[in-house]
């Protein structure tokens, strides 16, 4: 977490991601609520179940998270993959009863 608010305030980024991931989590905490996505093993939203609402929020989440992923891992010389994992631990740790979540055999389970 200190290196993603490290990236956020540096000139990488200038405010533009972080401004969007700010606008966009009202809308993620709420279908994470409703059950509709979840926070999958490698960092990153899924949805769950059949239905896909807010699609395009969801797709441009991930987007951002791809970048300050990348952005962290040349920074701290290891591969955008493995801070998706470390980041997916941390979210893991903070959600909230009856969030979806990813274990790290890919199986999803309630909190």
């Known amino acids: 977490m200190v290196a993603a608010a490290f ?11 972080k401004s969007r ?3 966009r989590l009202p809308k993620i905490i709420e279908l994470k609520a ?3 996505i ?5 960092g990153f939203l899924a ?6 609402p807010e699609e395009e929020l969801v797709a441009a989440e991930n ?8 952005a962290i891992a040349r ?8 801070v998706g994992r470390r980041r997916a631990l941390q979210i893991a ?7 979806w979540l990813q274990d790290a055999g890919g199986r999803w389970y309630q909190k």
């Open 21 to 23: 991931m700010k606008d």
């Open 75 to 82: 920074q701290q010389g290891t591969t955008a993959a493995v």
């Open 47 to 52: 949805f769950v179940g059949g239905k896909k």
């Open 93 to 99: 740790k903070k959600a909230k009863a009856g969030e």
């Open 34 to 36: 409703a059950g509709a």
């Open 7 to 17: 990236i956020f305030s540096g000139p990488v980024f200038g405010g533009d991601i």
């Open 63 to 70: 987007n951002d998270r791809q970048r300050v992923y990348h």
């Open 38 to 42: 979840g926070e999958d093993n490698q």
